[in-house]
């Protein structure tokens, strides 16, 4: 029977020393899709290649065989020695290999657990193989269910529902705050990475105008400019306090920039409507004594540390509900490989067209009079030979003559064909 | 008629245990259980307490188990209607309770008819009776709100952010619907104590006479009122707010409740047992 097989390796295998070698660019793809098809051991393939991954997944009639021609490719496309990222590999069969699938598509093999991208890149690798035809009908149907399990997960658990990056985590607290941050001011003092990319996520959410201070007014020209903002001189911060919502601080002042008295000034001339001071600087830019006022909230780079801390442990827990969800996966995915092999599948046909000629002939056999048993007898013989005439050529077929590559395929469409799939409860349909 | 609300209290029980199960779980399923159990509950509760006027041919409102029962539907009608617009989903986990604990307080009053001094028939009470217990059903729902607030702000200052930072809306959001809570709130109860006062012109020949409830009603009345007018001048927002419209709905229950047991005067009759 056809075997499922991956071969990779990930970030928990292998240093990123190895892995950059490894990598298969976008323009590698097609080609690196065409040399796994002229693999003779090799029916269907399937190649995943993100900065913490590189797999191949594929299906084989001798999974040994199949696994040493996909390492030799590997080495040979790569130009590396064999020796060097063989103790990082990892082969999977079987279930295994469909259970790691799985995880890698609902993020639970991700270097951080949850993170959505992982999903569009195995997206991507799936629309490369079906358009070189690498992929066929197991493998197609092996990525269905991964998308399908990857949005059960993301639906069903809170895997993905909390940020675990800084500037996330403090834009997920403004909203914790504001509700929306859509026309919310936003001040920006000082500069430094996580401070401008909190200041592009709050521009992606349609935050209102941005201010830009820096000591060095030039910066914040440039600054301002970047963000189509409004660069302001540091003196005249405190004025400017009054109109906006968000301050996110970043100097390299090592004394507090603004301070609880001028706030508690601030927040009197704006009738109490809420601040939220986000201090990344250290030493900090933002007297913490603010966040007793009310209406003012203080963050600082350890407090969002903390929150993203908890989010991570929030989502490691998350990840027991999702390896459940997954492992339901395997055994569906099973019950249909297993169905997909000849005997059952004449099996199942054979009761679908005994059961149809039964009925009618029942039926008919309702509608006349005075009919003797013997009669029924023979008429009930005469639907049972039918059908096993009927069976006689197509169970030849599936048993016969079809190459092995072909196999999974003609199964498929004989099930497909009759409609045997949809009463055995497996649900794949559903997707 | 024997305890008729029972039929209602069931469905507010339900409806409180899926609120209850929505602010553990928070899965909608629950909430939308809960919901639709206290619709069931409120139009089940409407057609009982019409069942009571039609058959006595007054306003129920007469003894302390039908003005229980009154403000338990007061309650769970303006909650379902502050739902709509504001929808604070886990408000239920607090309302529908309150809702169930005011109708099953109600059940252990006997349902006694006795002979009132005062006409129940009046148009006028009508409208008096069912706007003070909307403007006081609203300031029930602003209450919860100001605790939910609080306990949001502190999960927000305190940076634990544990059970309630995860389900509990934005502070904005708390506050906004508070706000709307209290202004309608004010709109009936100001209704409510005119069209007393109306009632008391017609009744007993003058306006004001000093009965506690009046002067409790109208203590309540300028709470709100300087509660609104801070509001707006000073903008005594998010936790003074939330504080505030916490000890008003205090003074609201005593007015309600603690006035007609420990104080006399001419609404004592409505709350007897």
Known sequence: MTAIGLLGLNHKTAPVAI????????????????????????????L????????????????????????????????????????????????????????????????????????????EAFRQATGHKTSGVILNRLMHRAFFVAKRVRSETGIGD?????????????????????????????????????????????????????????RAVALARRFNGQALHFEELIDHLKAVDIIISSTGAPDFVLRRDQIKDVLKQRKNRPLFFIDIAVPRDIDPAINRLDNAYVYDIDDLKGVIEENIADRHKEAVKAERIVDEAVVHFRNWRQSLDVVPTIVALQKKLTDMAEAEVKKTLSGLNHVNPEDAEALHRMGRAL???????????????????????????????????????NGDRSE | MDNLILIPGVFYLASTAGYIGYLFRNRSGFHRAGHLLLWTGFV??????????????????????????????????????????????????????????????????????????????????????????????????????????????????????????????????????????IVTGFAFL????????????????????????????????????????????????????????MIGFAVVLFTFLGVNILLKGHHGEFTRW
């Open chain 1, 387 to 425: 059908v096993k005439k009927f069976l006689h050529d197509p169970a030849m077929f599936l048993k016969g003559q079809i190459s092995h590559g072909d196999k999974a395929f003609h199964l498929d469409l004989a099930r497909r064909m009759f409609n045997l799939d949809t009463d055995t409860g």
């Open chain 1, 19 to 46: 892995r950059e070698c490894l990598a298969f660019s976008a323009d590698d793809g097609p080609e690196a899709l065409k040399t796994l098809k002229t693999l003779p051991a090799i029916n269907e393939a399937l």
């Open chain 2, 190 to 245: 100001t209704f409510g104590l005119i069209t007393g006062f109306v009632y008391a012109q017609w009744i007993w020949g003058r306006f004001w006479s000093w009965d506690p409830k009046e002067v409790w009603s109208s203590i309540t009345w300028l709470l709100y009122a300087a509660l609104l007018h801070q509001r707006l001048a000073m903008g005594w927002r998010g936790r003074r707010s939330a504080m505030m419209a």
């Open chain 1, 162 to 218: 909390h940020a675990v990056s800084i500037s996330f985590a403090a834009i997920e607290l403004g909203r914790k705050i504001f509700g929306t941050l859509e026309g919310k001011a936003v001040l920006l003092i000082g500069a430094g990475e996580m401070a401008e990319l909190a200041v592009e996520h709050l521009i992606r959410l349609r935050a209102g105008q941005i201010f830009v201070a820096n000591r060095t007014f030039e």
């Open chain 2, 44 to 181: 089940l509760h409407s057609l009982v307490l019409a069942a009571i006027a039609v058959k006595t041919a007054r306003v129920p409102a007469a003894n302390l188990h039908e003005t229980l029962s009154v403000a338990g539907w007061a309650l769970a009608g303006v909650f379902l209607f502050f739902q709509r617009r504001f929808d604070v989903k886990v408000l239920g986990a607090y309302a529908a309770p309150l809702v169930t604990v005011v109708v099953i307080a109600a059940l252990h009053f006997p349902q006694s008819q006795v002979p009132l001094k005062t006409a129940m028939t009046s148009l006028w009470l009508l409208v008096h009776i069912a706007t003070v217990f909307i403007g006081d059903a609203a300031f029930a729902l602003a209450a919860g709100l100001g605790l939910l607030y609080l306990a949001q702000e502190r999960a927000i200052k305190g940076k634990r952010h544990g059970f309630f930072f995860k389900r509990l809306p934005s502070l904005e959001q708390l506050d906004n619907a508070g706000y709307g809570c």
């Open chain 1, 48 to 123: 995943l290649s993100t900065c913490n991954r590189v797999e191949v997944l594929f299906t084989t009639e001798d999974p040994d065989q199949g696994a040493s021609q996909i390492e030799a490719f590997i080495a040979r496309f790569k130009h590396q020695d064999p020796a060097v990222f063989r103790p990082a590999l990892y082969r999977l069969f079987g279930d295994d290999a469909v259970r790691h699938v799985f995880r890698v598509g609902a993020s639970l093999d991700s270097m951080m657990v949850g993170e959505p991208q992982i999903l569009g890149q195995i997206k």
